[in-house]
């Protein structure tokens, strides 16, 4: 964005009647916190990513750490899937979020993550719904200040042979070269 200070001045008046310091915008973005993670990083579960994220409408910095990938309840995934839960194991990746910038990303879809099996590939499972020991949420109202945090978490599921190992961001500037979190 590009701001410019334009100033008026009456006849008669000498040019040090001018500002002597160039105008700022009060809609100038926020300082970076920390620097972004670069793409194609590998990090363990428990580390903390930095992200440029932008929901199709506002763009700011966020925060991402995978706390968790662990098996999700199979009663749970059995009683809200049937059937197609069959030959199944599910997965839930759960990760904190934090709004590094101030973006207003309240009430929205934030980042999502996605299981990895052994050979680094996705599950190959699409899964539409949640269970409750394992919901996505929407951001909370209030995420729209630096510091703001939220619990979030994922579901998926594989086959028993091909547990899962890690999880991936591939969203933004990691589409195709995405942030890895594997368990130590």
Known sequence: MVAAALTASACGSSSSDAPSAAATSSSAPPPIVEPTTPPGTSLTVGQRAVVNYSDGIDEGLLAITVTAIEQADQN???????????????????????????TDFGTKVGPTLEALVGD????????????????PRLSPGDFDHPGARYENADLDATSP???????RYDGNDYDGNPLVWRMP
Do not use: H, M, W
């Open 76 to 102: 749970d995934f059995r009683t809200a899937f049937g059937d197609k839960a069959q030959g199944l194991t599910p997965y839930c990746i759960r990760y904190t979020v934090e709004n590094l910038t101030g």
């Open 161 to 167: 042979d091909d547990p899962v190992v890690a999880a």
């Open 120 to 135: 680094g590939e996705t599950t190959g499972t699409f899964i539409t719904g949640d269970i409750p020991s394992c919901a």
